[in-house]
């Protein structure tokens, strides 16, 4: 089978390897599409923790079932299955909790195991998700994105009708959480320093929208909500709008901080936290029920394709990844196996 396979860091090979095929318990998919997520970029260049090489890449994806190992039930050749990219053992304290996300021994496929970036792969039944004859699978691959974005939000205790939710960042995952809390009846204020995502997240049901290149966002939406934001969604992860977060939100309000920044942040005023008695809360990934939900989010509510700006086929994996990480006019990038 075709491969992009890894083979040091900023260096991805476009190489022919064996296909592998299911043992007992296990699916062989065939990769139709992968979503290109932050994660990728930065195991491609080295700055994500884990020794991994050679390695294929690629952890958010959707494929067709084409052969099943022995002993495997439910699933047969022609199934359409989006994949669970989380590896977890199911049987440590935090699994039997349901809380999967936080596995003891867990990992995440393309870094502990190979990845979808890749003709075929193999999985554990467990791990795959039905998807709709309906759905494209390159809408279907952003179902584990969706799943964390809505792991997140259903933590708070305020999104809903009438609260006031500013998302800081309109990148691809800022336009699906800004779909997400529009569903509860939210009022939602994105913020970004590019006109396009402004527009379009109006189009995709932002109330209201704040360019920070012509106006300082913490004064804005002091202005607009008087008190601060209920709350605050941060999807950029750099040290400017995780500050603004804590500065923008109200007293007793909350901040969902979605996007992975920097283990440390300079000049956060922690005394807030006391002050104004907020909650933060923390998103790792999702937990395995939220994949279902996931998936009726897609078919029915969210709207994937508009985000979806560059599609990629298998061979200009480097390419992709490039693209990707740019400042530009590109937010969802997408390679078909």
């Given at each position: 089978?075709?491969?992009?396979?890894m083979?040091?860091f900023?260096n991805?090979v476009?190489?022919?390897?064996?296909?592998p095929?299911?043992a007992k318990g296990?699916l062989?998919?065939?990769?139709?599409?992968t979503r290109?997520?932050g994660?990728?970029i930065?195991m491609?260049?080295?700055s994500?923790?884990?020794r991994f090489l050679?390695?294929?890449?690629?952890?958010e994806?959707a494929g067709?079932?084409?052969?099943?190992?022995?002993?495997?039930s439910?699933f047969?050749p022609g199934d359409r299955?989006g994949?669970?990219?989380?590896v977890?053992?199911g049987?440590?304290?935090?699994?039997r909790?349901g809380?999967?996300?936080?596995?003891e021994?867990?990992?995440?496929?393309g870094?502990?195991?190979n990845?979808s970036?890749?003709?075929y792969?193999i999985?554990?039944p467990?791990?795959a998700v039905?998807?709709?004859?309906?759905?494209?699978?390159d809408?279907?691959?952003?179902?584990?994105a969706?799943?964390?974005?809505?792991?997140?939000?259903?933590?708070?205790?305020l999104?809903?009708?009438g609260?006031?939710v500013?998302?800081l960042g309109?990148?691809?995952a800022?336009?699906?959480q800004?779909?997400?809390?529009r569903?509860?009846?939210?009022?939602?204020i994105g913020v970004?320093?590019?006109?396009?995502?402004?527009?379009?997240a109006?189009?995709?049901?932002?109330?209201i929208v704040?360019?920070?290149?012509?106006?300082?966002?913490?004064e804005a939406?002091?202005?607009?909500?008087h008190r601060?934001?209920?709350?605050v969604?941060?999807c950029?992860?750099v040290?400017?709008?995780?500050?603004?977060?804590?500065?923008?939100?109200?007293p007793?309000?909350?901040?969902?901080?979605?996007?992975?920044?920097p283990?440390?942040?300079?000049?956060?005023n922690t005394f807030?936290?006391y002050?104004k008695?907020?909650?933060?809360?923390g998103?790792r990934?999702?937990?395995?029920?939220?994949l279902?939900?996931?998936i009726?989010f897609?078919?029915?509510a969210i709207r994937?394709?508009?985000t979806?700006?560059?599609r990629f086929?298998?061979?200009q994996t480097?390419?992709?990844f490039e693209?990707a990480?740019?400042p530009g006019?590109?937010?969802?990038v997408?390679?078909?196996?």
């Amino acid at each position: 089978m075709k491969a992009a396979v890894m083979h040091g860091f900023d260096n991805i090979v476009f190489e022919e390897i064996p296909t592998p095929s299911p043992a007992k318990g296990e699916l062989l998919v065939r990769v139709k599409s992968t979503r290109v997520c932050g994660t990728d970029i930065s195991m491609y260049h080295g700055s994500h923790p884990g020794r991994f090489l050679p390695r294929i890449l690629g952890h958010e994806c959707a494929g067709e079932v084409v052969a099943v190992g022995q002993g495997v039930s439910g699933f047969k050749p022609g199934d359409r299955i989006g994949i669970d990219p989380l590896v977890y053992c199911g049987k440590c304290y935090f699994c039997r909790m349901g809380k999967n996300n936080l596995c003891e021994s867990g990992g995440l496929m393309g870094r502990e195991t190979n990845g979808s970036l890749a003709e075929y792969t193999i999985i554990t039944p467990e791990r795959a998700v039905r998807i709709p004859d309906s759905m494209p699978f390159d809408v279907a691959c952003h179902m584990a994105a969706v799943a964390s974005i809505y792991y997140g939000q259903r933590k708070s205790r305020l999104i809903g009708s009438g609260a006031s939710v500013v998302v800081l960042g309109l990148g691809s995952a800022g336009m699906v959480q800004t779909q997400l809390a529009r569903l509860g009846g939210s009022e939602v204020i994105g913020v970004s320093r590019s006109r396009w995502k402004l527009d379009l997240a109006l189009k995709l049901g932002a109330n209201i929208v704040i360019n920070a290149n012509e106006e300082d966002p913490v004064e804005a939406i002091m202005k607009r909500t008087h008190r601060g934001a209920d709350v605050v969604i941060e999807c950029a992860g750099v040290p400017a709008t995780i500050r603004q977060a804590y500065e923008m939100v109200r007293p007793g309000g909350e901040i969902i901080q979605y996007g992975i920044g920097p283990t440390s942040v300079d000049n956060i005023n922690t005394f807030l936290f006391y002050y104004k008695d907020i909650t933060v809360y923390g998103v790792r990934a999702f937990t395995y029920n939220d994949l279902s939900s996931s998936i009726k989010f897609l078919e029915k509510a969210i709207r994937i394709e508009p985000t979806i700006t560059h599609r990629f086929p298998l061979e200009q994996t480097t390419e992709a990844f490039e693209l990707a990480e740019k400042p530009g006019r590109q937010l969802g990038v997408v390679i078909n196996s």
